[in-house]
């Protein structure tokens, strides 16, 4: 696998206050790497960073492109899709509207995701497809916004707790669709403060304290550093 993600020396904050105080790590196509971390160590940031919703330094190299300057739809078009940890589904349009608006009608790559395989995929959004966004359960509205976004045939998927307030048998879904999409050749960065997810889920784990990586390795190796976990992770 090749590095289709370069991120270095990554700088990023709101007004006088920065977050990220230089993050360092690359992202292969066909991987999936779980950023973890406690609340206020930076995670959320780093993806808004990634996506150009806030105001960052440094390099953050998207197969030959530098996204740091680009707004946040260019860089959509670039094939990298962000799922927000609020889900941010359109609450008026109806399940089949949203996923419309997913569409990159400018892309050339090969669409995968189509509204025929989110609904052979996910049966509760095929059952209302002509529901509201507003009304759908938490599990519902999160599978709707990461289908929404795989809409777009991206080729990086960003995605910022998936599964927070979500029952079990959802958790599972969301596992077996990063799963997939990661056997498919998707890069994937997972936001996630669930450790057994992450290490369930991920080719690699990095660890966030005060913005920036304290760990970045293997999930068995983040196992073998209990010191690590206890410093960093534990509440």
């Keep these: ?110 669409v995968c995701w189509t509204q025929e395989w989110v609904y052979d995929s996910f049966p509760a959004l095929a059952a209302r497809w002509d529901v509201a966004a507003g009304v759908l359960s938490g599990g519902e509205q999160q599978m709707l916004s990461l289908c929404r976004a795989l809409m777009g045939a991206p080729q990086l998927l960003i995605v910022d707790e998936p599964t927070e307030g979500l029952a079990p048998q959802v958790v599972t879904q969301v596992d077996a669709l990063l799963r997939a999409l990661s056997t498919q050749g998707m890069a994937v960065l997972l936001i996630e403060q669930k450790l057994d997810l992450s290490l369930a889920v991920a080719d690699r784990v990095a660890v966030m304290g005060h913005g920036r990586l304290v760990f970045d390795g293997s999930p068995a190796q983040l196992l073998a550093s209990p010191a690590v976990v206890q410093e960093w992770l534990e509440v």
């Design 1 to 110: 696998m090749t590095d289709a993600l370069a991120v270095s020396g990554l700088l990023a904050g709101y007004g006088q206050s920065r977050v990220l105080q230089g993050v360092d790590f690359e992202l292969a196509a066909g991987s999936i790497l779980a950023v973890l971390g406690r609340n206020g160590s930076g995670r959320s940031t780093l993806a808004r960073a990634l996506m150009g919703l806030v105001p960052a330094r440094g390099s953050v190299r998207w197969l030959g492109h530098e996204l740091l300057g680009l707004p946040p739809h260019a860089i959509a078009r670039l094939g990298v899709a962000y799922v927000p940890e609020s889900r941010d589904v359109f609450p008026r349009l109806t399940v089949a509207q949203n996923l419309t608006l997913g569409l990159q009608p400018r892309s050339t790559r090969p």
